[in-house]
Every structure is written in structure tokens, then in C-alpha cells.
């Protein structure tokens, strides 16, 4: 007779099992263990973010303001922040502490309003949801802050937008449909980023030392409202100079990563030389180019057809030395966005507008798993130009943004017109697909300039950087080439001043070139590889809502009368053999 026989057999077995199961629970409290069997690993922290955990010697404290009565979307993504902050705490050894408050609850209106507004200025997001009924008969409006504000020691708080930074949209047709979002494809992709934007937070407010950003001046760059919005978007997170290229050579050891944005003027070999042996010894370029002069204003002021020239930057040789060209072209899609235009007058001689498709607008998305554009929504250029990768020996290419499948180039000098497209000939021109704009170098880099200087030229590097002269970078360097310098630029309106990067006058939505723009300095200037967890994207398995709501009688009742059928059967059964074995 085995062990567990002579339990069983014994008076008082139910006690020992009573023990048995006690004992099992309090050691599997003290064990703690989890396995991950989703396809795309969706529980596990990324490595980067749990080293980051581990090295928290301070408390940060983590508010997250979703909460509350929700709408099912908004109540799942609450769920999945509070399981991924109980994972950071457990990482990090209790030394994230979590609080959900939906702040403003037990105070006046007044108060909560300028309560509100304080939130606002610290970057939390507000939301006015619309739930509707099933029936379509009832709507109720609820305002939802889908923010969190993570604070450590004295600095300002960091806000985290909870919503994704990129759409996801239903399919349709690119000339005739208006693009309908799936909310549901949008909240699963803001669950795949939680994990990215709160250990990017983290590691902005617990880092020693903050980067420096110079913004390059001398060759015509804009240094007025048109880039208001990208010296505000980065002052937050960096220290932000401007340098002057004909004074100096920028210093790596002082500047960790360089902006040319928009030049108009052409580039002398000096100072071509000054950002070459700036990338030499170590230092992040970033090329935000218009190779060819086309303005849309240039367009609305004569009202007639204009030719796209090329601005003769003499930048093309440097660019392809590191291993790309920006071809002399302008790139147009079917899948583009829309601009006001004069469709005629009205009685009273005020001009009537209307949204057309504009070609030269093409919406640009990220094709692949790169770190900088995953999971952002679409990014809007304006007259950009293709960019061609060409052989660079060490050097690793990547399309960070390329057009949509219905795509070409008109080569310059190009003719801009609001009809662009008008034939079948020119429908059927459009058959080029991801055409790129935005490439990121990687790898060691040759100088343009190697095997060219004289020795007295190459002393006067020496004497001017503190430095010798070098004809290869010496690490591993990295740099980000852009056709189109629009991408990082902001409209101007006249009555309300700056825009938002990304934003279009008359249209109420804003691309995703800000968030674009912030992953591409953030990646060049970081060496936490949080960036890692951008990569992470969630398999969305969904229900046929049709199909549900036709069925759903059907299945309540196969839930519901089959479990019963079940017992029944079950119990007829039971009853057979006790007849059989007993009768």
C-alpha cells in the first residue's frame, strides 16, 4: 500500500490534504515566476528597460490619471498600464510607486478647471469620448485623461500620453473614401508603446547628464517662427544652442548631435570640411534638405504653374560619400493629404474653398521594424524629393520613411501645378512603390576629404578643432538624411501665430512629425537603447463584430441551454449506472 493510499484509508485525511493545499499556496507566494507564451513576447520588459529599473536609486513616483468609469477601449488600456507599472515596481524593487487618481474628483468646477490647466501646461492630454449606443439611439460624452505624470526627486514632472502616436485606419480607397479610423487597431498599438514611452520617461528624468543639440546657422537656415515649434519640442529634453558653421568647427566633445535644417545657400568646401571632420571624430548629423526650390506659396500667389529648380547646395558629393543621394526630383502618391483651394466665388465676392488632393503631400510611413519610425502614425513632407542609397563601404542604410504603393517622381526641373494628375496616363505613371525620403546611416565613416588636404590645410584642422585631421571616424558613427526639410518646419498663421510641426492651416489634425523628429535626435544622442522597446507590436485577434451581432443569440444559447444539457446528460448518466450496478 503506497503513502498516499494510507491517507486516504486514515480517519482524518481531509486534514492532511487541508495542509497539503496550505502549504502549496504559501510557497507559491514566495515564489515569483512568469512565463511568457504570447507569439510576440507582449509580458516580457524589453532588457534595456529592465537594467534601467534595476539601476533606480531613488524613488520615482508614477500618477496615472485613466481611471475611473471608462469605455471598454479605455478601461483595457488602463488595465494593461497598471500591469505594466506592477512589473516596473516588482523590477525595480518597490522603487516605482504607483498611483491612480482622477485628479480634480471632489472639487468645485472652478478649482477643477484651473487644476486642469495646470495639468495641461505639464504636458497631460485631455479627451472628449462620444460612447454610443449599440442601438445608435444614445450617446453619451465623457472627458477621459489618457495621461500620466512620472515624477522624480525635485525636477518638473514628465508627461506620458497613454494614446499611440500613430492611427491605424480602416481600408479605402485613396481618391474617393474618407480614411475612418480603427479605434480598436489604434488603442492596441498604444498598448504595444507603454512599455517605450514610460521607461523613455525614466530614463530622460534619472539621467546625470543632458545632451546638447546645436542648430546650424550660416548657410540661410530659418531662424524665425518656422521653427518655433521644433526649438519649444526640444528644450524640454536637451540643451539647445545655435551654431554658427563660418565661425568655428563644431566640437564633438561639446556637441553631441547637429541640425541642418532647410539651407538655402550653397556650402563652401570649408564648410563642408568643418562637418566632416566633425562626423570623423564622433559627432551626429542630421539632414533635414530641400535639394529643389518649391514653396506652395509661389503657387498660390501667381496662380499659374511653376518650375521646381534646384538650389545648388553643393551638398551632393559629401552626402554620397556617407552613403546616399538625394536625387533632383519631386516625389508624388495617390495617398496624400489636402489643401485649400479657390473653387470659385461666392455672391458677396469672398472666395470659395474647397480641400483637393495634393500629390505633392504624400503621406510617409515606416516599412519596417527600424527603431525612430515604428509604430508612429503617418508623417506629412512637403515637396520632398527620393533619396537613392548608394554603396558606402562599412556603412549600414535604413528607410526610416518612404511613400504608400502608388507613388512617382517628376525629375527637375519639375513643373508644379494644382492639376498635376489629369489623364489615365497619369494614374496609370503612378506605379512605384515606398519610394524613399528618410535614410539613417549607421557605421564608420569615410571623410570626403581623405587623401585631398595638404599638410599646411590639414594643421590648420589640427589648430582650429584641437584635434588632427581624420580620414575615417574612429567609432561607430551615426547620421540621418532627410529629402525634405518641411518635415521639422511649422506653418504660420496670421491669426494664431506658430503652428504645431505636422499641422496644415484649415485642417485639424496633426501629423506625426514631431514624434518623428524627437525618436530621430533621441536615437542619436542616447546610448540606453530604451529605443529597443519601440519594436514591440501586438497581434490585434478580434472578433467578427457582424458576425457577432448576428450570431449572438445563437451563442447565448449554446452557452447558456448547453451547460445545462451538460449536467442533465451527466446526471442521467450517473443515475443509469447506479441502476445498472445496483438493480
Known amino acids: 500500500m503506497t503513502f498516499v493510499q494510507r491517507i486516504l484509508r486514515h480517519k482524518y485525511w481531509w486534514v492532511a490534504l487541508l495542509v497539503f ?12 515566476y512568469r512565463l511568457d507564451l504570447t507569439a510576440e513576447k507582449r509580458f516580457s520588459l524589453n532588457n534595456s528597460t529592465k537594467q534601467l529599473l534595476n539601476d533606480l536609486d531613488t524613488v520615482v513616483t ?34 516605482v510607486q ?13 478649482s477643477k478647471m484651473t487644476l486642469y490647466d495646470s495639468l495641461a501646461r505639464h504636458g497631460v492630454v485631455f479627451e472628449r469620448s462620444e460612447d454610443v449606443t449599440q442601438s445608435g439611439n444614445k450617446a453619451t460624452q465623457q472627458l477621459i485623461i489618457p495621461s500620466a505624470l512620472v515624477y522624480y526627486k525635485n525636477l518638473p514632472p514628465f508627461a506620458v500620453d497613454l494614446r499611440s502616436s500613430r492611427k491605424v485606419f480602416k481600408n479605402f480607397n485613396v481618391m474617393n473614401d474618407i480614411p475612418q479610423e480603427d479605434k480598436e487597431a489604434t488603442l492596441n498599438a498604444a498598448e504595444a508603446l507603454l512599455e517605450f514611452k514610460f521607461a523613455n520617461a525614466i530614463d530622460k528624468l534619472t539621467r546625470k547628464e543632458v545632451p546638447v543639440v546645436a542648430y546650424a546657422v550660416g548657410n540661410g537656415e530659418p531662424t524665425d517662427l518656422r521653427v518655433s515649434d521644433l526649438g519649444e519640442s526640444l528644450r524640454n529634453d536637451y540643451r539647445l544652442g545655435i551654431f554658427d558653421l563660418k565661425k568655428a568647427y563644431p566640437n564633438p566633445k561639446d556637441i553631441n548631435a547637429l541640425l541642418i535644417v532647410k539651407p538655402q545657400q550653397p556650402f563652401t568646401e570649408e564648410d563642408k570640411l568643418k562637418l566632416d571632420q566633425y562626423v570623423m571624430h564622433g559627432g551626429k548629423i542630421i539632414w533635414f534638405v530641400d535639394k529643389l526650390y518649391a514653396e506652395l506659396d509661389s503657387l498660390m ?42 473653387v470659385g466665388y461666392n455672391p458677396d465676392n469672398s472666395p470659395r474653398m474647397q480641400r483637393t488632393p495634393w500629390p505633392y503631400y504624400p503621406f510617409l510611413s515606416a516599412y519596417n521594424n527600424n527603431p525612430i519610425s515604428k509604430n508612429l502614425d503617418r508623417v ?90 581624420a580620414a575615417q571616424s574612429s567609432e561607430e558613427g551615426k547620421q540621418i538624411v532627410v529629402s525634405d526639410a518641411d518635415i521639422v518646419t511649422n506653418a504660420v498663421s496670421n491669426t494664431n501665430g506658430p503652428m504645431a510641426m505636422g499641422m496644415l492651416p484649415m485642417e485639424n489634425y496633426r501629423f506625426a512629425n514631431r514624434e518623428f523628429f524627437l525618436n530621430s535626435v533621441d536615437y542619436l544622442v542616447s546610448n540606453s537603447k530604451i529605443f529597443e522597446s519601440r519594436n514591440k507590436d501586438f497581434t490585434l485577434r478580434l472578433l467578427d463584430k457582424s458576425k457577432v451581432q448576428e450570431q449572438k443569440t445563437f451563442w447565448q444559447l449554446v452557452n447558456i441551454g448547453g451547460s445545462i444539457l451538460i449536467v442533465i446528460i451527466i446526471g442521467l448518466l450517473a443515475q443509469w449506472r447506479r441502476k445498472k450496478n445496483y438493480a
Open 21 to 32: 493545499f496550505a502549504g502549496l499556496i504559501y510557497v507559491s507566494g514566495l515564489l515569483n
Open 301 to 342: 500667389r501667381s496662380r499659374a504653374d511653376f518650375v521646381a529648380f534646384d538650389r545648388n547646395l553643393n551638398l551632393d558629393d559629401i552626402l554620397f560619400k556617407y552613403g546616399v543621394r538625394i536625387n533632383g526630383d519631386l516625389v508624388q502618391d495617390l495617398n496624400c493629404s489636402k489643401i485649400p483651394v479657390v
Open 380 to 469: 506629412l513632407p512637403v515637396f520632398p524629393s527620393s533619396i537613392d542609397t548608394v554603396k558606402a563601404v562599412g556603412i549600414q542604410k535604413t528607410i526610416l520613411l518612404a511613400t504608400d504603393t502608388n507613388s512617382r517622381t517628376l525629375s527637375s526641373p519639375a513643373l508644379v501645378s494644382l492639376n498635376s494628375i489629369q489623364t489615365d496616363a497619369d494614374f496609370h505613371s503612378m506605379n512605384k512603390s515606398h519610394v524613399p525620403v528618410a535614410v539613417l546611416l549607421e557605421g564608420k565613416f569615410t571623410s570626403l576629404f581623405a587623401n585631398r588636404l595638404s599638410n599646411e590645410v590639414k594643421d590648420s584642422v589640427t589648430k582650429a578643432l584641437g584635434q588632427p585631421f
Open 62 to 95: 508614477v500618477k496615472v490619471f485613466l481611471t475611473g468609469e471608462l469605455p471598454s477601449d479605455y478601461k483595457k488600456l488602463s488595465l494593461a498600464t497598471e500591469d505594466l507599472l506592477n512589473e516596473f515596481k516588482e523590477r525595480s524593487h518597490n522603487r
Open 98 to 110: 504607483i498611483a491612480f487618481e482622477k485628479p480634480g474628483e471632489d472639487l468645485p468646477d472652478s
